[in-house]
């Protein structure tokens, strides 16, 4: 075998692992963005952990994987596994009133995606695309919301909605946020000292 033909293998092999590693670590994620949701106080938008998992999910995976992982997650919860807030799954979930901010988690994810790519990391940027990402994500929602709610009980007030779906979240989401951006740094730091990232 000459030395072209083993490198060659070599990259092959650790081609194989990467791919593998990042296929566990997106699967990993996405349970814990499950196990997070389970851990609810319901309310008009239950208040879950699912924001912390969604964040941590970027903070550790990287844009791209951390998007896949809600991805996955999402997909989930829509052919039934009861992945969402209180043992629930299905598509009703998701077309249903809240569902909106479900799949405002994607726009969260992209976000941060896009600021890693233009900052190379830097954590003002992440912060910075964690703040515009939960935006996102209750802008989404919130559209998605009154647009169901009318056609189920009529055309409701953009005061209400926010005053039922976003402002109260503002605060318990915020404290999410800045738990998943110091617990994913510390975990990077352990899994890249472990030549696990």
Not at 3 to 11: G, I, R, V
Not at 19 to 42: E, H
Request: net charge positive; with cysteine; charged share 10%.
């Amino acid at each position: 075998m000459n030395a072209t033909t083993s490198n060659t293998t070599t990259m092959s092999t650790d081609t194989t692992k990467m791919k593998t590693r990042d296929l566990a670590y997106i699967a990993v994620f996405a349970v814990l963005m499950a196990i997070c949701s389970w851990i609810s106080i319901p309310l008009t938008i239950p208040v879950t952990l699912q924001t912390f998992g969604v964040f941590l999910a970027c903070i550790v995976l990287g844009g791209k994987r951390g998007t896949l992982s809600i991805i996955v997650f999402i997909l989930l919860g829509a052919i039934g596994i009861p992945v969402f807030s209180g043992f629930t799954g299905g598509i009703g979930v998701l077309l249903g009133n809240t569902g909106g901010y479900i799949i405002g988690f994607i726009c969260s994810a992209l976000i941060m995606w896009l600021f890693e790519k233009l900052f190379k990391g830097a954590l003002w940027a992440t912060i910075a695309s964690m703040i515009l990402g939960l935006i996102a994500c209750y802008a989404v929602g919130t559209i998605w919301f009154m647009i169901v709610y009318a056609k189920a009980a009529g055309a409701v007030a953009l005061a209400s909605v926010l005053g039922w779906c976003v402002i109260p979240f503002i605060i318990p989401d915020a404290v999410k946020i800045a738990l998943a951006l110091i617990i994913g740094n510390r975990l990077n730091k352990a899994l890249a000292k472990a030549g696990l990232l």
